[in-house]
């Protein structure tokens, strides 16, 4: 089902599209790929019953959508060999990540890791070629509603790059977005777009689990949250232009322009509920590495202070060791024994 009076203008060439992880991201850009013409199949674990059943429906400011039937399957097995594979898995599988997209690639199968984070696509290239592996950074407002049915709120650009820096690779799946409706920019490297995501989502997904479980406009509107959201994202610039520098890249994020349109871009989403803070209050692993982790030892590893994302990241990955039993949190018999002070 298309929105009223849209019709499907099939591309020049259909292309065949695996996307792994079909959540909110995947299944968002999957079907909009679907939408445009393209042959995209979904591996679909959790939630697969109900999209056989119901499909795919998607709730976007851009128009809604229904994909019904939608080609899902169970198993990567199951999926084939296909032009492209879209990993849109969340950053704590990326362990497992390797072994559900061997079974889609053949001889000139490319991988997008469309994933939040530092290091993901490194960590692909030890199971596949680099001239076959890009990243896609994501700036969207999308939720997962119950199953088979995703919430676009705002926004929906992807930037992508090429982990050899391959311009020409990047603009054929620049094209592929594009040709779906999608606002897609090719970065001046992958690196570079990689840390300009973390920009955003250090100071306000770390921030929506340090405070407590909170949404983006509990952020902006305490003056003491949003100078420190302010002073992390000034840390993930220089962070993130040193080592651009390191890799030999003349790109450079420009840090006013940066804070100006991250803060500009977050007072217009509404009160957003992060990723991450998703996660946490729902119990699941959070990307406490990838997101935090990562960027803050490349920090250290090149001399740069980031005391604010070192704060993130230790409160952070407690509160993740925490919600997983393993680390003990005091209750209020704990304040009877003898060693409390009052």
């Known amino acids: ?30 079907g909009r790929l679907a939408l445009a013409g393209h042959d995209v199949r979904f591996l679909v674990r959790s939630e ?7 499909g795919l ?12 039937p939608v080609q899902c399957f169970a198993r990567a097995e199951e999926v084939g060999q296909v032009d492209w594979v879209i990993c849109a898995l969340k950053a704590t599988a990326i362990d497992e990540a390797a072994a559900l997209i061997a079974p889609c690639v053949g001889p000139g199968t490319r991988v997008v890791a469309l994933m939040n984070g530092l ?15 890009f990243g896609g950074m994501a700036f969207v407002c999308i939720n997962r509603g ?4 995703i919430h676009h709120l705002e926004y929906g650009r992807v930037s992508v790059g090429h982990l050899e820096d391959d311009a020409g690779a990047c603009g054929e799946l620049a094209e592929l977005f594009r040709g779906a409706g999608i606002e897609t920019v090719v970065a001046p490297n992958l690196r570079y777009a990689r840390w300009e995501k973390l920009c955003w989502n250090v100071p306000f997904n770390g921030l929506s689990v340090a405070g407590g479980g909170i949404g983006t406009w509990t952020v902006l509107g305490d003056p003491e949250l949003r100078a420190f959201a302010e002073g992390a994202m000034r840390e993930v610039v220089r962070a993130g232009n040193a080592d651009l520098g390191a890799l030999g890249s003349p790109a450079r994020l420009n840090e006013e322009e940066v804070v100006a349109r991250m803060f500009a871009q977050t ?21 406490s590495e990838a997101i ?16 604010r994302m070192e704060a993130l990241y230790a409160l952070v990955r407690h509160a993740d060791l925490a919600r997983r039993g393993e680390r003990r949190l005091l209750r209020a018999a704990d304040l009877a024994l003898p060693g409390s002070v009052v």
Request: no cysteine; glycine share 12%; hydrophobic share 40%.
């Open 267 to 287: 007072e217009a989403m509404g009160d957003y509920r992060t990723s991450m803070v998703i996660d946490y209050v729902l119990g699941r692993p959070l990307e």
């Open 57 to 68: 429906r998607v709730f976007s400011k851009d128009g809604d959508f229904w994909l019904r």
């Open 119 to 133: 290091g993901n696509e490194e960590r692909l290239a030890e199971r596949f070629e680099r001239r076959r592996i």
């Open 146 to 149: 119950e199953p088979g049915v």
């Open 292 to 307: 935090l982790g990562n960027p803050v030892r490349r920090a250290r590893e090149l001399g740069v202070a980031v005391p």
């Open 1 to 30: 089902m298309l929105p009223p009076g849209a019709a499907i203008a099939y591309p020049a060439r259909v292309a065949t599209i695996a996307v792994i992880g079909a959540g909110a991201v995947g299944g968002y850009y999957g």
């Open 48 to 54: 697969y019953a109900a999209w056989r059943e119901r």
